[in-house]
């Protein structure tokens, strides 16, 4: 049996069911004697007058119902959404405003919208590890760079910008173990370097802030993380 032999006995099939229960019959089948319903004598008089017609026509009146089912639930769902965003700063911050590329050599965080704020802030960690001291500060208007250096040399860098359209990060994913985690419920990645000669990343996005942020240090993993855990803004 082809597809469309079997298509057209299914439809026969759906046509034929529907008219039983139309008809109401019970399983004892007295169907001689039995009252028939207004809406399967229409039915029947439809079939017996043009039952190849009748039959193509119910199936695709189903197909529309089941459309038009379909299209209000969407519909419906989108108008919800769309009341959502409109009135929580929080569900407007969830839609989704950058992505992440991976390549051989770096990943590449990529901003699609512009953030709302008006004005970047400075950004601090609360929490910096012993002896270190900020010893500088960049302002490069939507982006800000921050050293801290301890009495040794060794540096761990702030870099947080907007989420404008057009920004990038790169980070350097060579030799890396990379892991998942969450910076203030806001997820993050996390760039674990497999010897000394590389330096470890955090990098984490807070939509609701229009901020992305990245940390990078030879420090271990788990200060990098502490530190942006405490991040607060000043002003």
């Not at 039915?43 to 089912?69: H, M, Y």
């Not at 919800?80 to 405003?97: H, K, Q, T």
């Not at 921050?146 to 980070?171: A, D, H, P, Q, S």
């Not at 370097?193 to 984490?204: G, Y």
Request: with cysteine; proline share 3%.
């Amino acid at each position: 049996m082809d597809s469309a032999s079997g298509k057209n006995d299914a439809e026969i099939d759906i046509v034929i069911r529907k008219g039983l229960l139309l008809a109401n019959l019970p399983a004892g089948g007295q169907a001689l004697d039995f009252d028939y319903s207004p809406q399967y004598k229409r039915w029947e008089r439809g079939l017996l007058k043009n039952p190849q017609r009748f039959i193509k026509k119910n199936s695709r009146t189903a197909f529309r119902r089941a459309l038009d089912v379909a299209a209000a639930v969407f519909i419906t769902l989108a108008v919800l959404f769309g009341a959502l965003i409109a009135s929580s700063p929080g569900a407007r911050a969830a839609v989704i405003r950058w992505f992440r590329e991976r390549f051989p050599t770096h990943d590449t965080y990529r901003f699609t919208q512009t953030s709302d704020a008006q004005e970047l802030g400075q950004w601090r960690p609360t929490y910096l590890p012993d002896g270190y001291v900020e010893t500088l500060c960049m302002d490069l208007g939507n982006q800000i760079i921050v050293n801290f250096e301890n009495e040794e040399g060794e540096r761990i860098t702030l870099n947080f910008l907007f989420i404008n359209e057009g920004k990038l990060f790169y980070i350097d994913n060579e030799d890396m173990d990379i892991a998942e985690t969450k910076i203030g419920g806001h997820a993050a990645q996390v760039y674990k370097a497999q010897d000394n000669s590389k330096k470890n990343n955090i990098v984490w996005i807070d939509e609701g802030s229009g901020v992305a942020f990245n940390l990078t240090s030879f420090e271990p993993c788990e200060v990098l993380i502490s530190m942006a855990e405490s991040m607060e803004l000043y002003g």
